[in-house]
């Protein structure tokens, strides 16, 4: 379990082979943390920012990283560049986690936006990983805030609960705990290597795996309003 910080992201591309969102069953986009996790306005411009990209795979399969050009659909964008040798990988149950690390830099143009009555800004990148032939172009921004209107840090942390023994096609609880101390609103995402889950956006709710073995049960969490970020996994195994 790694406390982390997302920023806005959107994928483009493949997702579970399953018509289940939470099912994934091939390359799937889990969150990308962000250092620093939001910059203010004055401190933007030439900022280096560095990204670390996860992702879920099946077990035993390899990913590559490249750039994604998106400046010409998003003119307030920056280039990032992937590091190949930062790659790493996490088996739990029968997927892994992959992390990729790309560093960019924010442009001069950061110090020109015009908030237009909001506090915060997102400046987009675009990043492209693949697993043989499946391939997700993840877009995302880093948050510039108005100056002095930077956000606290949020502190999310999230746990899995451990689970019951678990029996295929059978119904059982699930539970994250979440640390919150801001009392941020949040949003709750699981995901699992099989079967339905009955509410993916609830910390406490049920899974019905559709086959027997090891499998991955994963969770996130981000802030709504920071853009904090939070993932825990756990292998589980059912009869």
Not at 147 to 154: K, L, R, V
Request: a negative charge; hydrophobic letters at 40%.
């Amino acid at each position: 379990m790694k406390a982390l910080f997302l920023v806005v992201l959107t994928f483009l591309g493949c997702s579970g082979e399953s018509d289940r969102v939470e099912a994934i069953s091939k390359l799937r986009a889990l969150g990308v943390s962000a250092t620093p996790s939001f910059v203010s306005q004055e401190a933007s411009p030439g900022a280096a920012v560095s990204l670390e990209f996860l992702v879920a795979v099946p077990k035993d399969h390899v990913i590559t990283a490249e750039e994604y050009d998106i400046s010409k659909e998003e003119p307030f964008s920056f280039k990032i560049t992937p590091d190949p040798s930062t790659i790493t990988y996490q088996d739990v149950g029968d997927l892994r986690i992959a992390k990729v690390t790309a560093s960019g830099v924010l442009p001069p143009t950061a110090a020109a936006i015009d908030f237009r009555g909001v506090s915060s800004f997102g400046i987009k990148y675009g990043l492209t990983i693949k697993d043989g032939s499946e391939s997700e172009n993840i877009v995302g921004a880093v948050l510039i805030f108005k100056d002095g209107a930077s956000p606290a840090p949020s502190g999310l942390n999230v746990s899995i609960s451990d689970p019951i023994d678990f029996s295929n096609n059978t119904e059982g609880n699930i539970a994250a705990n979440l640390q919150n101390p801001t009392s941020e609103k949040f949003k709750v995402s699981w995901f699992v290597s099989s079967g339905e889950i009955k509410n993916r956006r609830a910390l406490i709710t049920k899974w019905t795996p559709n086959r027997s073995g090891e499998q991955a049960l994963i969770v996130t969490a981000r802030g709504l309003d920071t853009g904090a970020f939070t993932i825990s996994s756990k292998t589980v195994t059912v009869k």
